[in-house]
């Protein structure tokens, strides 16, 4: 806690400091296919979190020894920019981003169907331009937008997003002033039917409390999937039930 | 089943309750068939597929492809095929015999092919093959890269997007299964085709196209005469 005399507020007038509902979501804007060279792309907002992710393949592994006979890997690189935070980020991996990159990569590669690719890598870089607490759920909802984007077989999209405790109440997608000065901050990934891919948790809770985080949580994620989903449905809408389409049917001799 | 539109899925997205429906690009868990892949659903006959919008190019036997040859190693080119797996073709798939030492004299490093893949094994090894009469090297015209899963789009159904291009713009075209597509044809012609190529990528989920491009066409060349 800061040295200060009163004590600190997470509440005003039953709402919370940025005018949120305990169990409300911040804003959430979603780019698809903002990049030129990626094989899919993303772009993510979420409250002040500004996120870009990018995937490749699948491709050839280099290095070689890292290729798997029957399977594809998949390698998650999550990196925040220097100036993302308020003090100056040493530029690089460290041991946090590192953590993040392998719990994040756990978090999507049950999902995706390697089997399909064996011998190749598909890569999925995740750059954080503006951090706001939550950088690794808003990091894991744009890979997998981005992951469909490139075309990659997947069983789902997965969705992401924390829960927290401040003033000894739990509360949904804490910001950075909650999550700095809250009790405790649980992140998770789900599919849409409900199996957990990510369940992280920092701070104290009750088994209570902790059920009752993980409840927000999951309802947190089931409304992300749902702009994640319309982020990639509106895309194309504009082709759907076209009676006298012309759409190819691929048996053609050339 | 009834028949179902056209329409753009995202992986999960529940298709069909009967397994027996399960086409490409779906998967089948608990007795229910759900999109593999992100894309445009469709029923077709029983099935219900899932075209992608994006991908790489897998390859897979009896395809025809344009390959860069990138290096020769023992007696094999290896081929890259726009894919995540490069091709090889033995020296004895060649349709006269030739020896090692004068590999490079028929495909060299930088040369472009039109090949066939012959097999691909579990570990991906791709073979390819050129003892065909219609194979083998590129010395004219230009290669063109598209997205391979716009490639039936290119094509056309039976083939009336393909040869509506061939009979409008008086050249020769080749569509690759891996997306690079081979042009002939005089300087002008083949400038426009490239150009043209490169809009259907573009408006391929679009509806009417052929009949756009033929517009398309027929303007742009009424504007060089």
Not at chain 1, 24 to 38: D, F, M, N, Q, S
Not at chain 1, 143 to 168: E, H
Not at chain 2, 178 to 201: C, P, Q, S, Y
Request: hydrophobic share 35%; glycine share 8%; with cysteine.
């Amino acid at each position: 806690m800061i040295g200060m005399d009163e004590k600190l507020s997470f509440f005003k007038n039953g709402v919370r400091l940025d005018g949120r509902q305990p169990d409300e979501l911040r804003p959430i804007k979603i780019e698809v296919g903002v990049l030129e060279r990626a094989d899919g792309s993303c772009y993510m907002e979420m409250g002040d979190n500004k996120v870009i992710a990018a995937v490749y393949g699948p491709r050839e592994v280099h290095p070689r020894h890292l290729q798997e006979a029957t399977r594809a890997i998949v390698r998650y690189r999550y990196n925040m920019a220097s100036f993302s935070v308020e003090e100056r980020k040493r530029p690089g991996p460290d041991r946090r981003s590192n953590e993040v990159s392998k719990v994040s990569k756990e978090a999507l590669e049950p999902v995706i169907l390697t089997s399909y690719f064996p011998k190749s890598v598909v890569d999925i870089f995740v750059e954080v331009l503006q951090a706001d607490a939550g950088t690794r759920t808003v990091g894991i909802n744009a890979a997998s937008v981005a992951l469909a984007d490139a075309g990659i077989p997947m069983k789902c999209l997965i969705s992401s997003c924390a829960a927290g405790k401040v003033d000894g109440e739990v509360v949904l997608d804490p910001m950075k002033f909650e999550d700095n000065f809250g009790e405790a901050d649980v992140p998770i990934a789900m599919t849409p039917n409900g199996d957990i891919t990510l369940l992280q948790m920092d701070g104290r809770l009750t088994t209570e409390e902790f059920r009752k985080a993980l409840e927000m949580a999951k309802t947190g994620c089931e409304q992300i999937y749902e702009i994640q989903r319309k982020a990639l449905v509106d895309r194309y809408s504009h082709m759907e039930d076209s009676e006298s389409c012309d759409e190819a049917v691929a048996e053609g001799e050339i | 089943m009834d028949r179902m539109e056209r329409k753009v899925v995202v992986p999960g997205d529940l298709l069909s309750d009967d397994p027996k429906n399960a086409g490409e690009g779906t998967y089948v868990k608990d007795g229910k068939v759900s999109s593999l892949l992100y894309g445009m659903a469709s029923s077709y006959k029983d099935k219900v597929r899932v075209i992608p919008l994006a991908g790489k190019y897998v390859p897979s036997p009896g395809d025809t492809v344009i390959g860069t040859v990138q290096d020769i190693i023992f007696s094999n080119w290896i081929v890259n095929i726009n894919s995540p797996y490069d091709g090889l073709l033995h020296i004895s798939e060649l349709p006269r015999k030739i020896e090692m030492n004068e590999m490079s004299k028929y495909l060299r490093i930088g040369s472009s092919v039109m090949i066939r893949v012959k097999d691909v094994d579990s570990t991906m090894k791709v073979e390819l093959t050129i003892n065909d009469r219609r194979l083998g090297t590129l010395t004219r015209g230009r290669v063109a890269e598209i997205s391979p899963t716009r490639v039936p789009r290119l094509i056309g159904k039976g083939g009336s997007m393909i040869n509506m291009l061939k009979k409008e713009l008086n050249c020769n075209i080749f569509v690759g299964q891996n997306g690079r597509i081979w042009v002939d044809g005089n300087d002008d012609d083949m400038d426009l085709a490239l150009k043209t190529i490169l809009i259907i990528e573009k408006e391929a989920h679009t509806t009417g196209l052929t009949d756009r491009i033929l517009e398309f066409l027929r303007a742009e060349k009424e504007a060089r005469s």
